[in-house]
């Protein structure tokens, strides 16, 4: 099925099209190699030459909103009539999932329009016009909780992040993906920290939310989607150590994290003007998204609040809340589980630690500094512990087994209660046996004159 597409999506859409035509004609290129990029970008995108040249005129006039799709104005109103409007929506009303043709099907067979009069796009926009559209119905028909719209009141009280793919850059001769990080505070929409990274991992959103953390504070919640980035045993631990409340969206509704949703579409217009720039490397993107962010977003009156991120998150009356920088370096190490082998040993990055015989067959929690791997910590849920262990030193010779601990030696019987249990019951059975009546007497017994 055909995703619906916003004004925004085919506006960016329709630039990454004429992009190639766009920088020739910066560059003073002559006609026919214009006319060559021109021919393959109408044989890429399916369109005509003579759609392509009003994309170009319509940007070169109002910028990216020229390249917005505009429906033909007064077109479709003329053709369909209000009383026709209605009949399409009760039908679409009645059965949500109907088609644009199957609609105009009926809408033939009932006589109240000549077939082939009405056009699939034409009907289209008028129902989108009229709010029924199939995407705009579909909201009503998703299953759950409606995604109502909620705003905490200050600042740092939540803080909603997200990862959004950005394509590609290319760095060192090789074309490497690109993926942004950013945490955003809920009450003032003031970005807390955001950066461009190569990696789509765990590590990238710890990184992110320790700059955070060390330039805005704590927050008293973060909220997440449930990607694995998100949704971990390290984030568990990292909050429980900061005091942070850890609440994640409903599975499939990225429609609850709006405002981090809403930045990222932002976004994009600084991805296509940081193209036009050719960064290298990521620290050539990261330095202009720092000027963008400043210039074009923290200092830009935001709708929602009605002032600038800047100014209502530096104007809260809130003071931050900052931690020990103990306490967020120990939440901030890494955590891995291992399980350790018959040896009461772990391997780890291609290294043997002993944890102890005690482990052995267990899963245990591994927290580590990844500057430095030559000690580690083992955390037991179970006890409530936690010890470091040393990388093992193999020798040439074994070393010594290492003993157990006491309230694991071996404990020297005074009898055999297996045998003595088993004793009692074979005593037990035999008096049961004693009890019964025995059929070898009786027949034994003779009777007559004795009982005379």
């Known amino acids: 099925m055909k995703k619906y597409r916003t004004n925004e999506t085919i506006a960016f859409e329709r630039y990454k099209i004429i992009t190639p035509i766009l920088s020739a004609m910066e560059e003073n290129?002559?006609?026919?190699?214009?006319?060559?990029?021109?021919?393959?970008?109408?044989?890429?995108?399916?369109?005509?030459?003579?759609?392509?040249?009003?994309?170009?005129?319509?940007?070169?006039?109002?910028?990216?909103?020229?390249?917005?799709?505009?429906?033909?104005?007064?077109?479709?109103?003329?053709?369909?009539?209000?009383?026709?409007l209605k009949e399409a929506i009760l039908l679409r009303r009645e059965v949500p999932s109907r088609s644009i043709l199957q609609i105009i099907e009926i809408l033939e067979m009932e006589g109240k329009v000549s077939k082939g009069f009405l056009k699939r796009s034409t009907m289209h926009d008028r129902l989108r016009e009229a709010g029924y559209a199939k995407a705009q119905m579909k909201l009503y028909q998703t299953p759950g909780v409606a995604a109502r719209r909620f705003t905490r009141l200050e600042r740092n009280d939540m803080w909603q992040a997200d990862i959004k793919h950005c394509g590609y850059i290319k760095s060192g001769g090789k074309q490497k993906e690109l993926y942004f990080v950013g945490f955003i505070d809920d009450a003032t929409r003031y970005i807390v920290h955001g950066e461009f990274y190569h990696d789509f991992d765990?590590?990238?959103?710890?990184?992110?939310?320790?700059?955070?953390?060390?330039?805005?504070?704590?927050?008293?919640?973060?909220?997440?989607?449930?990607?694995?980035?998100?949704?971990?045993?390290?984030?568990?631990?990292?909050?429980?150590?900061l005091d942070i409340k850890l609440i994640f969206t409903a599975p499939y509704s990225p429609e609850a994290k709006g405002k981090i949703e809403r930045f990222n579409r932002t976004l994009e217009s600084f991805l296509v003007e940081a193209e036009l720039k050719h960064p290298g490397n990521l620290s050539e993107i990261n330095t202009l998204f720092s000027v963008w962010l400043a210039e074009c977003y923290h200092n830009k009156e935001h709708s929602g609040i009605e002032t600038t991120p800047e100014m209502a998150y530096a104007s809260s009356k809130i003071p931050l809340r900052f931690l020990p920088v103990d306490t967020v370096a120990k939440a901030f190490l890494r955590l891995e589980q291992r399980k350790v082998d018959k040896s009461g040993c772990i391997s780890f990055k291609g290294r043997k630690y002993e944890v102890g015989v005690v482990y052995i067959g267990r899963s245990v929690d591994i927290v580590y500094d990844p500057a430095d791997i030559t000690v580690l910590t083992v955390e037991d849920n179970n006890l409530n512990t936690s010890f470091p262990i040393r990388e093992l030193d193999i020798g040439t010779h074994t070393g010594p087994r290492p003993k157990l601990p006491e309230h694991m030696a071996e404990v020297t019987p005074k009898t055999s209660r297996f045998l003595d249990e088993k004793q009692k019951r074979y005593d037990k059975r035999q008096l049961s046996a004693q009890r019964a009546i025995s059929y070898a007497q009786i027949n034994n017994y003779k009777g007559g004159d004795e009982l005379v």
């Open 29 to 84: 290129a002559d006609r026919g190699k214009i006319g060559l990029l021109k021919s393959e970008a109408c044989g890429l995108a399916g369109i005509s030459r003579k759609t392509l040249n009003r994309w170009l005129n319509s940007y070169a006039k109002e910028g990216l909103d020229g390249l917005k799709y505009q429906p033909r104005a007064g077109i479709s109103k003329r053709v369909i009539s209000d009383e026709l």
């Open 202 to 241: 765990q590590g990238i959103v710890e990184d992110c939310l320790r700059k955070a953390i060390l330039k805005s504070g704590l927050p008293n919640r973060l909220y997440f989607d449930n990607g694995k980035q998100f949704r971990n045993k390290w984030m568990e631990r990292a909050c429980a150590i």
